[in-house]
């Protein structure tokens, strides 16, 4: 019998990624070749017709195997709150250069089908419907959206004052953040390569 791999790092309070990080050990699943033609701007029209499009072809595929990738996804996701709505509050105020602003930040392809594997409800549309308009999530006090549900980039990515926070931090924690952002991309790229491609530009 093959032994699981130890998953280093990852608390057994999030039991559904860490039984997914002993799985897959440090293997990366492969996903589909090509730009993701879904992390661009869209219509609320479009955006719904992808999930549509998306929601039909995981019927055909293992939903339980889905959902399971989805909700470790999702305990990660929840875990990392906490964490980066501190650094958040300790940066973002004085920040004159707010990555929230970018205008290469969209849901993408993986945030889609976590979104869908969750079975919940979508946000009503992609981050705009036009190159160069401000996210139509980012309010006055910050993002509107809880962190389960935005693109994964906006947990991911720390600006160079956060990580300036995170190096703070013992060496035990940082470690468990990296591992636990790492299995969370492993969880997407598995979505990736589990999910074909539900029609891309072909969509109306």
Known sequence: MKRRAHPIGIP???PILRSIAAELGHSEPVAPAG???YKQPMTQARWLAHATAFKKSTDRSDRLRFA???????????????????????????????CCSADGIYYDRADLLYLIGL??????????????????YLSGAGCILPRMCRPFICTWFLCEPQMALLEQEPLPFQKQFTAIMQAVRRCRLQLLALSPDAGGDNVA
Do not use: H, K, N
């Open 35 to 37: 730009p993701d033609t």
């Open 68 to 98: 399971f990738l989805a909700q470790g996804i999702r305990e990660g996701l929840l875990w990392a709150d906490d964490v980066m709505d501190r650094y958040c509050a300790a940066t973002c105020p004085d920040c004159q250069d707010p």
């Open 119 to 136: 079975d919940t409800d979508l946000p009503m549309s992609q981050i705009r419907e036009q190159a160069g308009a401000p996210c139509r």
């Open 12 to 14: 057994e309070d999030l």
